[in-house]
């Protein structure tokens, strides 16, 4: 099992990194249909929207990999709600998609046959694992940013 975690958040990470989309497909509400659905690249508006709902969770993910997939579990099980809103968040592009689309997305992620518990912890934990990511990625190029930004005004020494 700890041989495919590691090719698991190698992938995720790469993902990450070339911001691919990650699609996948699940059953409409009534169970006849197959739509498919894409979580994407996390831009800075969604990436807030969905930080802040993290946060809300009280999430401890720092342990080792198989204690976050465990609390990954029991954080879908213990709040469907927020979880299915923070898929929800994720497989939307734009925000007036999300300002019109979000409330039906999240009732199709909540009740959609195909959204299993281990299907949701599964988007669940690849969001979690993309948003910290792309945290760590935005981060370094706002240090490169800033290096570029000062670097000509600095004088420099030697």
């Known amino acids: 099992m700890g041989k495919d975690i590691d090719r698991l958040t190698e992938r995720r990470a790469l993902d990450t990194l070339t911001e691919q989309t990650q699609p996948f497909q699940i059953k409409s ?10 979580l ?4 800075l508006g969604r990436l807030a929207m969905i930080s802040r709902r993290l946060l809300d969770l009280d999430m401890d993910i720092s342990g080792d990999a198989e ?3 465990k609390k990954m579990w029991e954080v879908c099980a213990e709040k469907p709600q927020e ?3 923070i898929i929800a968040i994720a497989t939307l ?6 300002d019109e689309q979000f409330d039906n997305r999240t009732q199709l992620i909540l009740h959609s046959p ?3 518990p281990a299907a949701v912890a599964a988007l669940f934990s690849a969001i979690v694992f ?6 760590f990625m935005n981060a370094i190029r706002s240090v490169r940013m800033l ?3 000062v670097s000509p005004k600095t004088k420099q020494v030697g």
Do not use: R, W
Not at 29 to 38: A, E, P, T
């Open 147 to 149: 290096q570029v930004e």
């Open 130 to 135: 993309q948003s910290y990511h792309v945290d």
């Open 93 to 98: 592009q734009t925000k007036q998609e999300i």
């Open 114 to 116: 195909t959204m299993t």
């Open 40 to 43: 994407y690249p996390l831009q």
């Open 83 to 85: 979880v299915a809103e």
């Open 29 to 38: 509400l009534d169970g006849q249909k197959d739509i498919q659905l894409c």
């Open 67 to 69: 204690n976050e997939v």
